[in-house]
Nanobody
Framework: QVQLVESGGGLVQAGDSLRLSCAASGRTFSSYAMGWFRQAPGKEREFVASIMWSGARSYYADFVKGRFTISKDNAKITGYLQMNSLKPEDTAVYYC?????????????????WGQGTQVTVSS
């Protein structure tokens, strides 16, 4: 059974940094992609970033380019989202997810497995 467990969220001030982790287990993910999404109160879940487990291709939403970096450790089967220069509008529950394949990485409904989410709150 696939499990994704996020950690690393918290309350920070604007301009601070956080690193989220997503520990995966339950299968091999060589043909999968890992994505990070977020959902703020009253808003739809939105794509943040994704990375292929094989290789290092990564993709970002425009609003995080230059501030967030997605990475992975294949040996630990763990993905990361380094978030720098955080803004109050980054406040949301952040979810990691995995999907098979390399297409439509920004489409949340195409992801197969999801973590429980971790809260990130950025105060001004």
């Amino acid at each position: 059974q696939v499990q994704l467990v996020e950690s690393g969220g918290g309350l920070v001030q604007a301009g601070d940094s956080l690193r989220l982790s997503c520990a995966a287990s339950g299968r091999t993910f060589s043909s999968y992609a890992m994505g990070w999404f977020r959902q703020a109160p009253g808003k739809e879940r939105e794509f943040v970033a994704s990375i292929m487990w094989s290789g290092a291709r990564s993709y970002y939403a425009d609003f995080v380019k230059g501030r967030f970096t997605i990475s992975k450790d294949n040996a630990k089967i763990t993905g990361y989202l380094q978030m720098n220069s955080l803004k109050p509008e980054d406040t949301a529950v952040y979810y990691c997810a995995v999907k098979r394949g390399t297409f439509d990485l920004g489409a949340a409904d195409l992801y197969d497995y999801w973590g429980q989410g971790t809260q990130v709150t950025v105060s001004s």
